[in-house]
């Protein structure tokens, strides 16, 4: 139902008192994630249960060289049991973690990268459904090699593809369904945006979405 008495803008906040959680049942406590069953009572006096997905955080990079391209990965996800196109990424390590040293440090560790000059160019609720999970998707530009690393990759990692592929065929993959990666494809269509009409990114030590 709309209610045009009220025209919101981007910025406007609504007001969430009135959502209150009257009880929460840890599930299952992870090192990723925890899922809690939540009592919600509504404006409206109305109650219901929701599972929620709680998780820590991560970061994503659009890392793109003086040849307008973006480096990709192929990596196995197991809840899918597919190799999917996806940004170099990874978790906020521990809470308070900086952002920026993170996606630094997950662009150098999956990719080899780099990068003199960061933004931040998007920030996503990957599946509000559910989960509360953010992300933070940086733009990373000035890119050169990093030296050999102590890093070791495992398991899924142990057989990533790393690939610069051409912008525009990165935006064509979105649409014909080659990439499906939600967080992926975010950072792709921004960045196209962003270089062919221009725009203001923020900071790359933009405070961290709450």
Known sequence: MTDDRAPLLFG????TSQYVVTDT???????IFDLQ??????????TASRDVVSHGGAVAVVALDDQQRITLI????PAVAQF???????LLDKPGEDPVAAAARELAEEVSLQASTWHTLVDTVSAPGFCDERVRVYFATGLSAVGDSS???QAEEADLIVRPMPLDECVAAVYSGAIVNCITIAGILAVERYLRVGG???????????
């Open 12 to 15: 406007d906040i609504r007001d």
């Open 25 to 31: 049942n840890v599930r299952y406590n992870g090192p």
């Open 37 to 46: 069953t939540q009592q919600i009572t509504f404006p409206d006096g109305s």
């Open 74 to 77: 192929s990596q196995y996800r």
């Open 84 to 90: 999917l196109w996806e940004l170099p990424a990874g």
């Open 151 to 153: 890093f070791i990759r």
């Open 200 to 210: 203001k990114l923020r900071p790359a030590d933009t405070p961290w979405p709450t």
